[in-house]
């Protein structure tokens, strides 16, 4: 029983998601937003650099890809850790956060995705 239920967890999952990729975080920058709808408002995220190992889906062209995520406590940020692999289910977002202005689409995950550790044994 708690098989079907991870196993339809994880199809969820994996349907919802854009891209789904294992790779190896090599860098963290942390950016800001400027957001030309609230100019006084500088949000802060996290912007890691990930070398990517496979492709489960989704359409990759590059070894190497930009994943955008909170700095966590309260705006749910997966926190990577440079050096590790993980398994990463993220989307094309259009905007940093839900009011904002609508700008080019970049990969997005959070803590409540699937996105964990390779060796993690809930996959």
């Given at each position: ?27 963290k ?6 957001d ?23 359409i990759i062209?590059?070894s ?5 995520t ?54």
């Open positions: 029983m708690l098989y079907l239920y991870w196993r339809s967890y994880i199809q969820k999952e994996y349907k919802r998601s854009n891209v789904v990729v294992t790779g190896k975080v090599l860098e920058r942390i950016i800001t937003i400027n030309s709808i609230m100019p006084l408002i500088k949000i802060q995220q996290a912007e890691y650099t990930i070398q990517i190992t496979k492709v489960y889906k989704g062209k590059e190497l890809i930009k994943i955008i909170g700095l966590g406590g309260g705006d749910c940020g997966f926190e990577f850790k440079i050096g590790n692999e993980y398994i990463i289910y993220c989307s094309y977002e259009s905007k940093y956060y839900e009011q904002g202005e609508t700008i080019n689409n970049f990969l997005y995950t959070d803590i409540c995705r699937r996105t964990r550790l390779t060796n993690d044994k809930r996959k």
